[in-house]
């Protein structure tokens, strides 16, 4: 079988994207993937921070003057196909990347598939131009990668027939067992020894939702006093976010931690009693995709309240691995985090199936169905 090109303008060392596509590469057999990928701006370097045994073409994808952009992609792609003998392509966004491979396979034999996340989407959809081009794409692509169901029903409201997507969900990063040692240090120098922890990690963005849990705990402190809530995640909310804290009877009880390294999220993990985000949808079309935060969460052995939004669902089993409440409602989040905190042995049940959900979600799953799409398509 050949080779199959991924061409993405995200790879780690940052962007969850990104760390979805380094997932999927890493679960394929290496002589099938090579990875194309736009060079990284991150102060580390990208070859120290994985060792893979695939190939990575780390070099520009885009003109980095003039418009459009994306027309110096043809050519570079044109070239290096010729060069590779490639003539089976993954489309990491579909704009820009996908008018290129668009255009290209109208003058060379191509098989080509887009990923779809959501937002890459939705937002495009708001210009007739953008809207149409990317009905091109589609159309012309011989398949088209869903990172959820949401993103599939997407999808089909722009006339892609459903034969013609495949839903291929992130795979969480299943955590390594906590360090025994930091999880002691964090609980002796917040004094969590009889304080249940609740916890939200995510960027600080007004999708998230961070407000509607802050906005919670002024009731939820009546019954449970002693809860403390701890935010993980750095982002433009921040300030906004700390200004409303600070309104709280008890806000010294709310903690925002910033951005942490694996190992301290994984100790905030142990300590937490609840994993807690509960975005919305925004009016320009952002929305949340699967939320694979909650399958790590899961994982981890703890319940989950989520809202229902986008994708939401499909990470949670409402009443099996954690609860949902609708977008932006204080009143039902309040119920559901008293609920869980009232009934340890429904937590506890509810932890354990979510671990159980977060291993079904592996990026080996992910990877057979793009060589079985491939595969298919080569016959």
Known sequence: ??????????????????????????????????????????????????????????????????????????????????????????????????TAVWLLSLVRPLHYAVFVHGLDVLKPMKSKRKKWLIKKIFHRANGIFAANKFVAGLIKELDVPSAKITVIYPSPALSKFPNAALVKRLGDEFDLAKAPVLLTISRLVERKGHDVVLRALEIVWREVPDLRYFIIGDGPMRARLKILKNTLSR???????????????TAWLSLAAIFIMTPRTLPNGDVEGLGIVYLEAGYAGKPVIGSYSGGVSEAIVDGETGLLVPENDIKATTAAILKLLHDPALAARMG????????????RSGASKILEFFNHQTR
Do not use: C
């Open 352 to 363: 354990a199936a979510g671990r159980k959900r977060a291993l079904g979600f592996s990026a």
């Open 251 to 265: 806000h010294e009880q709310v903690k925002f931690l910033g951005a942490l390294d694996d190992d301290e999220t």
């Open 1 to 98: 079988m050949g080779k199959i090109l991924l061409l993405t303008l995200e790879y780690p060392p940052s962007g969850g994207v990104g760390r979805m596509y380094r997932e999927l590469a890493r679960a394929m057999p290496p002589e099938r993937i090579v990875v194309w990928a736009a060079p990284s701006t991150a102060e580390i370097s990208p070859d120290a921070f994985y060792t893979d045994n695939y190939t990575i073409r780390r070099s520009p994808l885009l003109s980095s003057w003039g418009w459009p952009r994306w027309l110096v992609t043809i050519f570079r792609l044109d070239a290096y196909l010729e060069q590779q003998g490639i003539d089976q392509i993954i489309v990491g966004q579909v704009l820009p990347l996908g």
